[in-house]
């Protein structure tokens, strides 16, 4: 069984940085799309960004573009989410994900069935 756990959340300035993780237990996910949403209080869950299997292609939600990046390790069966120039409005928890139904797609958006339990993120004016 898959499970995927992130870190690397807290409360962050505005203006501030941020890095997350999300590390995979039981398969490697190297074959497979991974994926960063986040969902803030009384709002739904949002797409943050997606990567493909091999890393070379990214697609990013218009409200971090420019800001935020995603990455993966494939060795580490790791992926990240550098956060820069964070705003207030990027408070929520932020969840990682993985396409496990279609291993080497092209589809960025999803959808996603494995998700991580999440991690919190907190912006201050």
């Known amino acids: 069984q898959v499970q995927l756990v992130e870190s690397g959340g807290g409360l962050v300035q505005a203006g501030g940085s941020l890095r997350l993780s999300c590390t995979a237990s039981?398969?490697?996910?190297?074959?497979?799309?991974m994926g960063w949403f986040r969902q803030a209080p009384g709002k739904e869950r949002e797409f943050v960004a997606g990567i493909k299997f091999s890393g070379d292609r990214t697609y990013y939600g218009d409200s971090v573009k420019g800001r935020f990046t995603i990455s993966r390790d494939n060795a580490k069966n790791t992926v990240y989410l550098q956060m820069n120039s964070l705003k207030p409005e990027d408070t929520a928890v932020y969840y990682c994900?993985?396409?496990?139904?279609?291993?080497?797609?092209?589809?960025?958006?999803?959808?996603?069935?494995?998700w991580g339990q999440g991690t919190r993120v907190t912006v201050s004016s």
């Open positions: 994900a993985a396409d496990l139904r279609n291993p080497y797609s092209n589809w960025l958006t999803g959808p996603y069935d494995c």
């Open positions: 039981g398969r490697t996910l190297s074959s497979y799309t």
